[in-house]
């Protein structure tokens, strides 16, 4: 049975074989039932992003405790609404922290709680739908994802945009800087990346 723990740069959880993903995490808790079927899409406001292995732990995708998601990189991580998890990528957490704390928060320290708060709204709408804001693409940073005739395309670099798939990303395409794009990357997390934190990405976009 191909289980629903796929995660696309929307944020939903798909039923796919691809085994192309390099990240895995949660959503803070069990999202399946007996059946390991998704009956839920989130448990709170702490999602998170995880190294494949650590420290040689066997897991149970669908254990007790929570449910194991993929994601193909971690830009397609942010893209969703996770961030690194403090104990398996703990230098990873400790830099995205530290920007945001020197640049969202003018330097005064505050705990991952209060960033996981943040970027729950801004990752939902308050009928629990994917939000997402306009803007220009010659505005975004690298890193950030935007929807395009239904695709969901990444910044690798300036002017170079790449259509992600659950395997990979597929081919270059080629826009207007000055066009208006529907932005997936949740707000707090696009400052974030203008502020020089930008996410990995998968080897096919090289």
Same mark, same amino acid.
């Given at each position: 049975m191909t289980l629903q723990n796929r995660v696309d740069p929307w944020g939903q959880l798909n039923s796919h074989p691809s085994k192309s993903a390099t990240l895995m995490g949660n959503r803070g808790g069990k999202l399946h039932n007996s059946d390991k079927k998704i009956i839920r899409q989130y448990e709170n406001s702490s999602w998170i992003t995880c190294n494949i292995s650590h420290k040689n732990i066997k897991r149970e995708v669908f254990g007790n405790s929570y449910s194991e998601l993929f994601f193909l990189d971690e830009a397609t991580a942010f893209a969703a609404g996770h961030r690194p998890c403090w104990?398996?990528? @703990?230098? #990873?957490?400790n830099q995205f922290k530290q920007v945001w704390i020197d640049k969202l928060n003018a330097g005064i320290k505050l705990s991952v709680k209060v960033i996981d708060k943040k970027i729950h709204q801004d990752r939902l709408t308050l009928d629990k739908n994917k939000k997402t804001f306009e803007d220009k693409l010659c505005a975004l940073p690298v890193g950030t994802f935007f929807e395009?005739?239904?695709?969901?395309?990444?910044?690798?670099?300036?002017?170079?945009?790449?259509?992600?798939?659950?395997?990979?990303? @597929?081919? #270059?395409?080629?826009?207007?800087?000055?066009?208006?794009?529907k932005v997936l990357t949740p707000r707090s997390l696009v400052q974030i990346f203008s502020e020089g934190f930008t996410p990995f990405f998968h080897s096919s976009a090289h």
């Open positions: 104990q398996c990528q @703990t230098e #990873r957490h395009y005739e239904s695709k969901a395309i990444v910044i690798f670099n300036q002017n170079h945009y790449l259509v992600w798939s659950f395997d990979g990303y @597929t081919n #270059r395409i080629e826009l207007s800087p000055d066009l208006d794009v």
